[in-house]
């Protein structure tokens, strides 16, 4: 029986995403990766040159995700299954292609890591993401921004004469076409995915790819990879290199056998075989392996501590085991990334299935005999010429035709088509895949000017292609705007900052036009940003209140001006306004203005307060007034942060900012009275998300 390729539908308890945020994502967003390299740490010299090569200074062109919320409903997903007569996968191709079960029919095992719930959290580079199952990062370090998107899928011809399944997508940080193909040869206990990214461009692009795996967290699990060293990587953010299994008094290869999460990127051999297993007590579970390209090999887990524990609940539902990942990447670390010169290509072949393994050896005290016995049992379960000889099977298949059309993804890749007219055997950008978030742009690229009445939500585009069409149209509020957008991400800040400044001396939309980005509040929050960018404070909070305050003043006219008081303009600006106050409220107290931070969140609805984003703000507000009591009471109620980001320390520290007045009854804050605080206002679980020793 060779691959079979259908659709089904899955259901689950799922929170929805929500609207994008509407403000344009100018930072490089929170970034628990930043890296310190301790003095004398010797680096591998091309991993010291990807280190620092070309990281990201913000996430333009792409919005944030984070108007999800915890509430979950019972919910059906498009899925699509690819089954044979020993394995069953099942991908949602509308949640970045997540590979979401791998079930061994032989043995009865589902192999992965399977979540029963969809609960977003603030863990891609762009926010919205969830845990389980395979997914696929490219971009930047850090999960994609795709990984809550959806994917073009199709059928196309697998090279034993089945059909394989293709993911295909246009990556827009990188501005990257890359395909996905998964089949299932007749057979085969394996799940063979050929990946291949393409530079279309000229110029060589920073390459980022990482495909990670999750898998359970039982309590005698066992992590094996072929390395004696790893390099640590913990919330410190230092990266040092460790032997492996032993590290700082434990057994490390352990995910339950330490107590912070952390991640240790395997140091495989040049040479050697690349694969990492994931094995419990009895010596079953999940083998990974690839050709050489894909070199880098990785562990992730959470620990065993009280915040590892926490993340893993908040990520699931209560009673569901933890997870640990297993992962796999194109450089030896994820702070790394690759340069693709232009007209170039990476390809590879993964395998993904079952193994089983003595379990004495495999957890026994002698690691080189660990490892060898797991090396073994791959070479002959799935040898590995097997594993190039299906490489260069698969790579005349990677340029064949989709035979039919599964599910569609973005209009980004048809809008590159239209703009440059390249045309990638394999990966069709159809232009029936335009739609409204391309339409302003197909309007600059057919009349050189784009429109002034481009709505507020209108996505950015900022490659340097885009920046040139730009500077040659006409001057007007949408075109400075976005302007200085694509100046702002090319790391022209000064020409930027004019730019909008410029779209701020346009005259507003007259009353009942479809509001622009020329309106003021959007210019004025990007300004508010720059000023912030540049240290000052007190410019920055000048900016956001004007921002705020013409956000609010479009919304109300807005909503007057529609037929029922209640237009999708005036909800569009409403959103802007609500997400311009979530920003506003840090740079007001920043700058030492809480009455004024007090005022904007009056400002707001109750239904917006009640959030746990606004309780979280309310509470700082009421702490900078000198009411630590008050503040209290919001976090002894009890609230939760829908948008809580990896690494954020923001609760812990507010919670302990409180205690330390509160211990201190008005005098001045010393080290005794820090000392004090601490211990009699131990934080509570609910708020113990700090990934790293305190």
Avoid at 110 to 132: D, H, K, T
Avoid at 468 to 487: I, K, N, R, V
Wanted: hydrophobic share 40%.
């Amino acid at each position: 029986m060779a691959t079979s390729v259908r659709r089904t539908t899955l259901t689950l308890p799922a929170a929805a995403l929500g609207p994008d945020n509407p403000l344009p994502a100018l930072r490089g967003g929170h970034d628990p990766h930043r890296v310190e390299i301790p003095q004398g740490t010797r680096l591998p010299a091309d991993m010291a040159r990807q280190i620092g090569y070309r990281p990201l200074h913000s996430l333009l062109p792409v919005a944030m995700r984070d108007g999800y919320g915890r509430v979950r409903r019972s919910t059906g997903l498009d899925a699509l299954v690819i089954e044979n007569d020993r394995l069953c996968a099942t991908v949602l191709p509308g949640l970045g292609g997540r590979v979401y079960s791998l079930y061994h029919k032989a043995t009865g095992r589902e192999l992965l890591y399977r979540n029963p719930v969809l609960q977003p959290a603030a863990f891609a580079l762009n926010g919205a993401w969830f845990s389980g199952g395979i997914e696929w990062n490219i971009g930047a370090t850090g999960h994609t921004t795709l990984s809550c998107t959806p994917l073009h899928a199709a059928r196309v011809p697998a090279p034993d004469g089945g059909e394989m399944l293709r993911l295909w997508e246009w990556e827009r940080l990188r501005d990257l076409p890359f395909q996905v193909d998964l089949w299932l040869p007749d057979g085969s206990d394996f799940l063979y995915v050929g990946v291949r990214i393409r530079n279309p461009h000229p110029h060589t692009v920073p390459v980022y790819w990482w495909s990670n795996t999750a898998v359970p967290e039982a309590a005698g699990s066992r992590v094996l990879a072929p390395a004696d060293q790893a390099w640590y990587f913990g919330y410190q953010r230092t990266l040092r290199r460790v032997p492996v299994p032993e590290y700082d008094g434990g057994d490390r290869t352990y995910p339950l056998r330490s107590e912070f999460p952390a991640d240790y990127f395997y140091d495989v051999p040049d040479g050697a075989r690349r694969w990492i297993a994931s094995l419990d007590e009895g010596g079953h579970g999940l083998v990974q392996t690839s050709t050489d390209t894909l070199r880098g090999r990785k562990l992730f887990l959470w620990g065993a501590g009280r915040a590892g524990r926490r993340w893993q609940q908040w990520l699931t539902e209560p009673g569901t085991g933890g997870y640990a990942e297993i992962q796999a990447g194109l450089a030896r670390t994820q702070l790394e990334h690759v340069p693709l010169d232009g007209g170039g290509a990476f390809s590879w072949l993964e395998a993904y299935g079952p193994l089983a393994a003595d379990p004495a050896t495999v957890h026994g005290v002698d690691w080189a005999a660990a490892r060898g016995e797991v090396a073994a049992r791959l070479a002959e379960a799935l040898p590995r010429p097997e594993v190039d000889a299906a490489y260069a099977a698969w790579l005349p298949y990677a340029d064949r035709e989709p035979k039919e059309s599964l599910a569609t993804g973005s209009g980004w890749g048809a809008l590159e088509a239209v703009r440059s007219g390249v045309d990638l055997p394999g990966t069709p950008f159809d232009a029936a895949t335009l739609g409204p978030e391309q339409e302003p742009w197909l309007t600059l690229l057919k009349t050189g000017a784009l429109p002034d009445r481009t709505p507020v939500s209108a996505a950015a585009m900022t490659a340097p292609a885009w920046r040139d069409l730009l500077e040659a149209a006409p001057s007007g509020p949408a075109t400075d705007y976005h302007l200085g957008l694509a100046q702002w991400h090319a790391g022209d800040r000064a020409q930027a900052v004019r730019s909008w400044e410029r779209a701020l001396g346009r005259p507003a939309q007259a009353p009942g036009q479809p509001p622009g980005q020329g309106a003021g509040a959007l210019p004025l929050y990007c300004l508010a940003v720059a000023e912030s960018e540049a240290g000052e404070a007190g410019r920055a909070a000048d900016r956001y209140a004007e921002a705020c305050a013409a956000a609010a003043a479009e919304a109300e006219a807005a909503s007057a001006d529609g037929p029922d008081g209640d237009g999708p303009d005036g909800r569009a600006w409403h959103g802007v306004h609500v997400a311009l106050v979530r920003e506003a409220v840090p740079a007001l107290l920043a700058a030492g203005r809480a009455e004024e931070a007090a005022g904007l969140l009056a400002g707001l609805p109750r239904s917006e307060l009640a959030d746990g984003r606004f309780q979280l703000l309310t509470a700082r507000v009421l702490l900078a007034q000198g009411r630590p009591a008050a503040a209290r009471e919001i976090f002894d109620t009890g609230f939760e942060l829908a948008d809580l980001r990896e690494g954020d320390e923001t609760l812990s520290d507010t919670w302990y900012a409180i205690a330390e007045q509160l211990t201190a009854a008005g005098a001045p804050v010393t080290e005794d009275v820090r000392t004090r605080a601490r211990a009699e206002h131990p934080l509570p679980e609910r708020y113990e998300y700090r990934m790293r020793p305190v």
